[in-house]
């Protein structure tokens, strides 16, 4: 079954929710949500998505801290986190370029970052630009830390980074990613070549299993519609949906 | 509660208020921020709750906004909120770059009348090195070493937000828009403008009471009709995509920022 | 969500288990307390969101409570809780006396997930005295000495309460009763009857949904026609003031109590 | 114009209530629930009174900390507490008698008087047993202190006390008493014999007036139909009304 890059990373995700009770999915994240939607379909509807921003996909009532709380209390199993930079510890950077405050590059801010990368224990840092400007080795400012000093209380932390080039977990211990798998049509090289921080690798790592057939027709018809609830133009662009 | 127009409902707020808007889909006050505008106010202390879009963007572009107290600013899926960053590159704003819940807890604390909340998160990240304001402090309710973030209470002046409707006392119905009780109960002022002004007392409608904001909190009341737009109204109208994108798009440059607010309507045609 | 019993619901809750129960005015599960009685519970440690009557009182009286952490148990005009006040003088409970505003605080402090919160008051009284798991900090955000207690959150094994309705998903309207939703966010499993169980889904009808806890925060739900009995019922009805007076009169008296809950119906004819 | 006793203590504490613009009474209190009232109604409407427990005279809606929060903030100017025992010192006891916590005497316990008795402006102690079981020397357990040490936050505090026999207003500094009017038909030497603690008087202390004519017929009207929403029994024995 052929498919899109867009699918790949939908289905790479979505195996990492595997035994994920509850998952929210901040903004502007549709391939995310689409991963935690096809993980709540292969669950029988009995996980739990919230996904922000959406009229029906979600049960946010309380108010603005409402999500924080869930996520404080250990209600909230799995979460997604991006960054502009993204280094090798983990470290994220929603905040801007440059010394701060007055950077030469602005972002929009590190939002529920800063909290949620420590109260939820499954979080994946997706990004689908794998660069040199994203990858780097240190984030020029952290929004949120990958790892803290011991003592610090932190339940949660960084699980798994996706990119458009490869799958890589994360060593709280070690404070240090390690190369899962390479995503079809990539290679080991493209990944070297392109990013600014040090990880663990095979010399001969795995290739990224295709989507499943059976959960890429579930992507592209129930889920499909679903997500279109959220993300009406990444349903119509990547499934025709809407 | 006399019924009121936008302009004086707006009057009133000092130049240098700290004031409080909630997020692009919790009920923005967009006509009243258009005629915020217009009158020409001056150093807002801006605090978003936590996140904020089009409204802070186009505050900061005009001047109005002296510090931002954020958790992010966005335009969302229309992209990055191009006079918020310019005024950053700039230095012409000063930054409280925050997370989100800490600015809820911030609030709350406001709420409750407590110099502070704690809350976890937020240690090792350079949010906290470059808030003077939070405290670190050893969890005394831990037998061992439990360090834990305190934020001090946010007690804004004003809270400014649109809501689907008031009844004639000034109590206002949010629906599910929850913040906004918040934002009301921490405020010294909260001024609303809401989409109609309704026959009875919402306080007594049993359906409605539960998330109603009584009018002992509500400082003043006007009736926008499409008062968000171009945001959505949850309940009431989506937000305006091609008005958000051309937002967005003219916000990019200085140029096309001022000529946008030259020209584009303060408000949807009622 | 499949439907059951009330002696379902209640069967799992544990001996020596936290449970938090709302105030006389704010649905109390009076049936399914009986049944909670019947059952033989023990050792159950008492959180009164923030004070309580009847219920506590029965509770208490039938030996199911070994600790009472409570602003106030009281039968209000009816009176003195009457084995609240022998089980005191007989010290066969342990107290945890309180001020309201602190239970509450402790409560969210466990919805929000933080250690603590603080609270203004309390300093100099006797309460704080014997409340040892209290804290008083100087508060950090001060330029001078400012003492401000802290109290720990308050996480209940169980919240147990009843509620004007839930749908088939578990979702349970609550209308004003607003410390409800408090006590399921902070509750490990929250336990509610309710007086039906609607068609549709609460959390989709735009009027309920802003007081409608999500199902996710509910363990389980039993239907409890009367379910508040003797006490009200907020919207649906009135405390019947014959029985809770012919409760408060029986109560005076080990005797008497022993007769009562022999004799009087568990509930109200449904 | 004839008076009931009930009618003198509202007039006592309405008169307490002036320029409060907002009231609320607690639990078990139909005399101060009618001041507040009459205080409302000669107010044209204009301060507010929430009466907790009742149906119609509250605005109560964000749960049980909802007045706790107002209060707080300083919107609730003016409170009503009382005391199984309250002495000379303004601390009240609403737990009980002896040795705590297995005491010869336990009442209810202590609501929301140990955190409203700091941060409501006018706190006005209220009590129709004026006995030496009641108005003790030191109370036997502190509910809520009258007076605080230098630095603890307390911009509340004891206004006055107001007793079936008298008003006494409440020196913070002093932390005393001192007895402002004597009650139409009782005497200093009533009050001195019936009072467990020192209290500062004129040897010829004035005499509480007699309730306002037309505050009484305000009262026996629209107050008496509006204070039997919560508080029936009372409004239909002392106003014959409902």
Redo the contacts between chains.
């Keep these: 079954m052929d498919y899109l890059p867009e699918e790949l990373l939908i289905a790479v995700i979505t195996r990492l929710l595997e035994g994920v009770e509850h998952v929210a999915v901040g903004?502007?994240s549709p391939i995310p949500g689409s991963a935690a939607l096809l993980h709540q379909a292969l669950s029988n509807g009995q996980a739990r998505v919230t996904v922000l921003?959406s009229k029906n996909l979600q049960t946010?009532?309380?108010?603005?801290?409402?999500l924080?709380?869930r996520a404080?209390q250990g209600r909230i199993g799995a979460f997604f986190l991006s960054g502009g930079q993204i280094d090798g510890q983990a470290n994220i950077n929603?905040?801007?370029i440059g010394e701060?405050?007055?950077?030469?590059v602005?972002?929009?801010?590190?939002?529920?970052?800063?909290?949620?990368?420590?109260?939820v224990p499954r979080v994946i840092l997706f990004r689908d630009e794998h660069t040199r400007r994203t990858m780097v080795e240190t984030v020029d400012?952290?929004?949120?830390?990958g790892v803290?000093?011991p003592?610090?209380?932190r339940p949660g932390g960084p699980y798994a980074l996706v990119t458009n080039l490869g799958l890589f977990s994360f060593d709280r211990a070690l404070a240090r990613f390690r190369l899962v798998s390479v995503h079809p049509g990539h290679s080991l090289e493209e990944i070297l070549d392109n990013t600014g921080f040090a990880f663990d690798y095979d010399a001969n790592p795995d290739t990224t299993p295709p989507p499943e057939p059976e959960r890429l027709t579930l992507l592209r018809g129930t889920i499909a519609a679903k997500i279109a609830d959220p993300y009406p133009?990444f349903a119509k662009t990547v499934f025709n949906c809407g | 509660m006399s019924e009121i127009s936008i302009e004086r409902l707006i009057a009133d707020i000092p130049n240098g208020a700290r004031i409080a808007v909630?997020?692009s889909?919790?009920g923005v006050a967009m006509a009243a921020s258009r005629a915020l505008i217009d009158r020409g106010v001056r150093d807002l202390h801006l605090v978003t709750?936590?996140?904020a879009g089009i409204q802070a963007d186009m505050l900061i572009g005009t001047g109005c906004v002296a510090v931002a107290e954020?958790?992010?600013?966005?335009l969302?899926?229309f992209g990055?909120?191009g006079r918020?960053?310019a005024a950053?590159?700039?230095?012409e704003i000063?930054?409280m770059?925050?997370?989100?819940?800490?600015?809820?807890?911030g609030l709350?604390a406001g709420?409750?009348?407590?110099?502070?909340?704690?809350?976890?998160?937020?240690?090792?990240?350079?949010?906290?090195v470059?808030r003077s304001d939070y405290?670190v402090?050893d969890?005394?309710?831990?037998a061992?070493?439990?360090?834990?973030v305190?934020v001090?209470a946010i007690v804004p002046d004003i809270a400014l937000f649109h809501a689907p409707m008031a009844d004639k006392f000034g109590n206002v119905w949010?629906?599910?828009?929850?913040?906004l009780?918040?934002m009301a109960?921490a405020a010294k002022q909260t001024l609303v403008t809401v989409e109609q002004i309704v026959d009875g007392n919402l306080?007594?409608d049993?359906?409605?009471?539960?998330?109603?904001i009584?009018?002992?909190f509500i400082t003043n009341v006007a009736k926008a009709k499409n008062g968000a737009w171009p945001l959505g109204l949850d309940?009431c109208y989506e937000a305006d995509a091609q008005a958000l994108a051309d937002y967005a798009n003219a916000a990019r440059s200085d140029q096309g920022f001022s000529a946008y607010m030259a020209q584009a309507p303060a408000k949807a045609a009622q």
Tied chains: 1, 4.
């Design positions: 903004v502007s921003n946010l009532n309380d108010g603005a801290g409402d924080f709380d404080a929603l905040v801007g701060y405050p007055q950077q030469t602005r972002w929009s801010g590190s939002f529920g970052s800063a909290f949620l990368y420590f109260v400012f952290i929004s949120a830390p803290s000093a003592g610090v209380y133009k | 909630p997020t889909r919790s709750i936590p996140t954020t958790a992010g600013i966005t969302d899926e990055q909120a918020f960053v950053v590159k700039a230095g000063r930054l770059d925050s997370t989100c819940p800490a600015i809820v807890s709350q709420e409750k009348g407590v110099p502070f909340l704690p809350i976890r998160g937020l240690i090792g990240s350079d949010l906290l470059n405290r402090i969890n005394p309710m831990a061992s070493g439990d360090p834990i305190l001090p949010i629906g599910k828009m929850r913040e009780m918040t109960h306080m007594e049993e359906l409605r009471a539960p998330a109603t009584p009018e002992m309940g």
